[in-house]
């Protein structure tokens, strides 16, 4: 790849402007439906987080907009045109990156090499074509500096980072090769306080990049620090859809462990 297919995507994006619109959209595997009815919107400089139990509909969600499995019901438009992603690689192709809880990284290989990995630059033909090692040193240095990212040595094997930097090479990673909306599933899942705070601070980050950020997440807490639209879905369907003025952290806290569930169930128990 040349340094002019490896930047970022030319178009400039504008604050409010949707990239990812979608209405009535379902999945269904066989009889079992894994999703229906939903409505979702991912705009241009904002968080769009998406949060739910396990079997809440979420990977399946993340799975159409990263083109790994097609809808089989309603519309998904990218620019406000039509699509339906036969691969990632088309998702990819209008600048949709995600970035999945289990890295696709290589640990025992450096910093530099991760940040290309697939995408290295070349200089020659193939099968002569020789790496441009130092230009890749320097441009995945400058990247995640530029993100506010500093490793202790570009060279250094990726495995010996913390969770909350491999997670944050990736998203530096996506933005450096075009992504416009980014996908994080469960990015600080299984990380601590110190180490969660580290990656939404990089979450902020690429929103006010102006990047449309979809947070995938089961975690209340972490989606109000830095969400600007909140979806819950339960059981494929969509629970609760507000905007962070219409939202208090409590009411997500309350509706993510079951809500009305919970108060019909203490409305029984005190009866009893």
């Known amino acids: 790849m040349t340094d002019t297919l490896a930047g970022h995507a030319d178009r400039r994006l504008h604050k409010g402007e949707p990239l990812i619109e979608m209405a009535g959209v379902g999945k269904s595997y066989g009889a079992i439906r894994a999703l229906r009815g939903i409505d979702l919107r991912v705009d241009a400089g904002e968080v769009t987080c998406v949060l739910g139990d396990n079997g809440a509909g979420k990977s399946t969600l993340i799975k159409i907009m990263s083109g790994l499995h097609p809808h089989t019901e309603g519309v998904v438009k990218v620019d406000g045109e039509p699509v339906r992603f036969g691969s990632p690689r088309a998702a990819l192709a209008h600048g949709i990156a995600t970035v999945y809880q289990d890295l696709a990284v290589v640990g025992l290989m450096e910093v530099w090499r991760n940040f290309f990995l697939g995408s290295e630059l070349t200089a020659g033909r193939y099968p002569l074509a020789g790496l441009k090692v130092r230009r890749m040193r320097e441009i995945a240095d400058a990247e995640l500096r530029k993100m506010g990212i500093v490793v202790q040595d570009i060279n250094q094997p990726i495995g010996t980072l913390s969770g909350g930097q491999r997670q944050c090479v990736a998203i530096a990673r996506?933005?450096?090769?075009?992504?416009?909306?980014?996908?994080?599933?469960?990015?600080?899942?299984?990380?601590?306080?110190?180490?969660?705070?580290?990656?939404?601070?990089?979450?902020?980050?690429?929103?006010?990049?102006?990047?449309?950020?979809?947070?995938?997440?089961?975690?209340?807490?972490?989606?109000?620090?830095?969400?600007?639209?909140?979806?819950?879905?339960?059981?494929?369907?969509?629970?609760?859809?507000?905007?962070?003025?219409?939202?208090?952290?409590?009411?997500?806290?309350?509706?993510?462990?079951?809500?009305?569930?919970?108060?019909?169930?203490?409305?029984?128990?005190?009866?009893?």
């Open 174 to 272: 996506a933005v450096y090769f075009g992504a416009r909306v980014l996908i994080l599933d469960e990015p600080t899942a299984a990380l601590g306080v110190k180490q969660s705070g580290v990656v939404l601070k990089y979450v902020a980050a690429a929103r006010d990049a102006g990047l449309g950020v979809v947070f995938i997440t089961h975690n209340p807490h972490h989606a109000y620090l830095v969400g600007d639209h909140f979806v819950i879905l339960k059981l494929g369907e969509t629970a609760l859809d507000k905007n962070r003025s219409q939202v208090t952290l409590d009411e997500l806290t309350t509706q993510m462990a079951g809500g009305d569930e919970l108060a019909e169930l203490s409305h029984e128990l005190g009866r009893r």
